[in-house]
Every structure is written in C-alpha cells, then in structure tokens.
C-alpha cells in the first residue's frame, strides 16, 4: 500500500527565502506525482504536475524534482512571499486514472 | 479547460438530515470521479471511486449505504450524506481525470465544507 509522507510538517520563514519542501513515497512505482496548494478552508490548486519519466517541472518561482528510485520529490520556492502562505500538498499517482494517495502536507508560513 | 464545479461550497445541516454534494465536468467526461474528503489538521483521504454507470467503489472504513455516490451521466457525479451526525462534519472535495490536462492530470472541485450541528 501507497505510503506519502511529508517533511518537514510545519515552516516558518522570512520573506525572500528560498526554501525546500521534501516528500517520500513508498512505492516507486508510480504514474505521476503533483504539488498541490491549499488555503485554509479552500479547495486545492494543483502546481506541478510530473510524469514517471520526467525529474523536474518548473513553474515561476517553483521547480519541483522528481527521483523515482529513491521515492522522494521536492518543491523549491525561490524568493518566497508572504502570498506563499498555504499548505503544501503531495500526491501520487499508481497508475493512469488511478486515485491519488496524498501526504500529510507541510504548513509554510512566510512572514513579511 | 477541465473544470469541475462542486456545489455547495459549504453547507450546515441538521443531524439526521441528508445533504447531497454535486460535481459537474464542465468542458470534459469524466468517466471516473473520485471522492475524497479530509479532517481538521488531517490529509485528504479517498472515500469512492465512482465510474459512469456502474456502482461505486468504497475504502475500507466507508459506509457505502451512508455515502451514497451516483454517477448517472459522464458530466455529474453526486454524493449524499444520509443521516448525517456531527461527526461527518468534513471537507468533501471530487476529482477527475482526463487527458485535456497533459499527463492525465487530475482538475478538482472547489470543495464542500459540510457541518453537521
């Protein structure tokens, strides 16, 4: 069974920042993982999406890593903002169409 | 593109009552939906599957005759919560997955925040 775990739980950094967020998986064999971010009491917005076959997806100020042997992705934020506030979700993905198995999430705060 | 629209976006109901829950694909068939939903300071966790025409598929733990899921049409798939106590109050949130988004991605509802008083 799909295990997701999330490191650290909880952030808290300055503004400008630039900063890591670590997930774990299981399973290596996946279809594909995706960053989420979730504002309190709000749905979820997906941020990057990666295929099995890919290593990194950047978007903006974010770049996310993929190394599927070792079960592991990053999500770098560079400059962080105050706006970044949210949490960050992890989710895999067995196999097409399959449901996610999502992590625990990791909670950044960005002061200002 | 690929939209789902959930509604209600919250909702208070009474305990006892049953409150429905709806996803629309807006601009794709969604052959599948899937359930999801997630308490206090917790991750969100499957409840369902459901496929177009055919009878839902719950986890371990789910109550399927207290979590109804209809998936009639491939546009719209709803779940009802019967009876519903205190504890059922969560964040009730659909995805579906289609090839619009590029790599099969999944596009989520909005959410539903039910609170059972």
């Known amino acids: 069974k799909q295990e997701v775990t999330q490191i650290p739980a909880a952030l808290s950094v300055p503004e400008g920042e630039n900063l890591v967020l670590n997930c774990s998986f299981t399973d290596s064999a996946i279809y594909n993982l995706q960053w989420f971010r979730q504002d309190p009491g709000k749905g979820l917005t997906s941020l990057l999406l990666i295929q099995s076959s890919q290593r990194e997806q950047t978007s903006g100020r974010l770049n996310a890593s993929l190394d599927k042997s070792s079960g592991r992705s990053t999500l770098y934020i560079a400059a962080s903002q105050p706006g970044d506030s949210a949490t960050y979700l992890c989710?895999?993905?067995?196999?097409?169409?399959?449901?996610?198995?999502f992590g625990p999430g990791t909670r950044l705060s960005v002061l200002p | 593109g690929a939209v789902v629209s959930q509604h209600p976006s919250w909702v208070i109901c009474k305990s006892g009552t049953s409150v429905k829950i709806e996803c629309r694909s807006l601009?794709?068939?969604?052959?599948?939906m899937f359930w999801y939903r997630q308490f206090p300071k917790q991750s969100l966790m499957l409840m369902a599957t459901s496929n177009e025409g055919s009878k839902a598929t719950y986890e371990q733990g789910v109550e399927k005759d207290k979590f109804l899921i209809n998936h009639a049409s491939l546009t719209l798939s709803t779940l009802t919560v019967t009876s519903a106590h205190p504890e059922d109050s969560s964040f009730y949130i659909c995805s579906a997955s289609t090839a619009k988004i590029i790599g099969y991605g999944y596009t989520f509802g909005s959410g539903t925040r039910l609170t059972v008083v």
């Open positions: 601009d794709f068939q969604a052959t599948t």
């Open positions: 989710a895999v993905s067995g196999n097409y169409g399959q449901n996610f198995v």
